[in-house]
């Protein structure tokens, strides 16, 4: 588990003047607003409308990542950027809108292995249809989407012309949050595979480590110099005893490398430049894979 705060974008789908968009949008986000707070969760409202994104005009295949619009560099750092996303979207003609199929369709590395939640409006179906043919394109696209959904009839949300569905509906988009948020934490090791350097192991993946990265630092740390402490019959060993604010503060100025496996901390080596001197630490490996020359 990373100790990171999660930043979930809430992706509004409609474009028209006066939608009803931007309500069901501000609903959810309001509706949220104590379990982001309790989950570390950064909610943050994105317009399809304010991205001026035109329809699809980059020339190269979007897996290939190379974009000549300023529009979708944007786009790409704003999508690459988050953990996570919620499309509040409406039906139309019993499929998504356009808008979402465009704004999907521009990129590619940028959306995978991250969790997208579903918050459907419309008449009789609820807006489920749109959710049913977003799906076809977000798993392709290696999106994961959560099975559980809001779907809300705008009839029913409706009332004296206020904006108020259910409680049972809010209800259904805290659990859409947290089912959200664990999702997120069980793909971050297929996120960080698809970034890192091949490690030795099949399997295996190497990565910088980073202050959140503190609590498997500290148990690998804890479980690799008990051998040392036992044979030298001291606990004088700053690995051992070192508290989490230590840890995450030679994570900031050390640059330090760390193997990992299916989420699981290897191993780990650390190195800091004084002058012309290269200082070199901190080399574990699990106690359990010594012996295969990881280190
Ligand atoms: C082009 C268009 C197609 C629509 N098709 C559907 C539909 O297939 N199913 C449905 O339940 N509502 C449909 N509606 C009604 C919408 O659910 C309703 O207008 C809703 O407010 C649209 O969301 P928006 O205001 O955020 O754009 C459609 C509306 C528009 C404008």
Request: glycine share 8%.
């Amino acid at each position: 588990m990373s100790t990171k705060r999660l930043r979930v974008l809430v992706l509004i789908c409609s474009t028209r003047p006066h939608a009803l968009g931007p309500t069901v949008g501000s609903w959810l986000t309001e509706t949220l607003a104590p379990t982001s707070r309790t989950l570390d969760v950064d909610l943050v409202p994105v317009a399809l409308a304010d991205l001026q994104l035109p329809f699809l005009d980059e020339e190269e295949h979007p897996s290939h990542g190379v974009y000549r619009h300023e529009h979708t560099q944007r786009w790409s750092k704003t999508v690459a950027a988050a953990d996570g996303f919620i499309v509040v979207t409406p039906e139309y003609n019993h499929g998504m809108p356009a808008t979402l199929k465009n704004a999907l369709g521009y990129l590619s590395a940028e959306w995978a292995w991250k969790p997208v939640g579903f918050v459907s409006y419309g008449n009789t179906s609820a807006g489920t249809r749109a959710v049913q043919h977003a799906k076809q394109v977000t798993t392709t696209l290696r999106l994961v989407p959560l099975g559980s959904t809001v779907a809300l009839r705008i009839a029913d949300a409706l009332r004296q012309d206020r904006f108020q569905p259910a409680a049972h509906l809010a209800r259904a988009a805290v659990d859409m949050l947290e089912e959200l948020a664990r999702v997120t934490q069980a793909l971050a090791p297929l996120r960080q595979y698809g970034q890192a350097t091949p490690g030795p192991l099949p399997g295996s993946y190497a990565h910088r480590l980073r202050p959140e990265h503190e609590p498997q630092v500290t148990v690998l740390q804890r479980c690799c110099w008990v051998e040392e402490a036992i044979a030298n019959n001291t606990l004088q060993i700053p690995a051992l005893h070192e508290t989490p604010g230590q840890v995450r503060e030679w994570l900031t100025d050390w640059h330090t490398t760390g193997l990992w496996h299916s989420g699981r901390l290897l191993g780990m080596v650390r190195t800091i430049r004084h002058g012309s001197e290269l200082h070199i630490g901190r080399l574990a490996v699990a106690p359990d894979l010594r012996g295969r020359g990881l280190g």
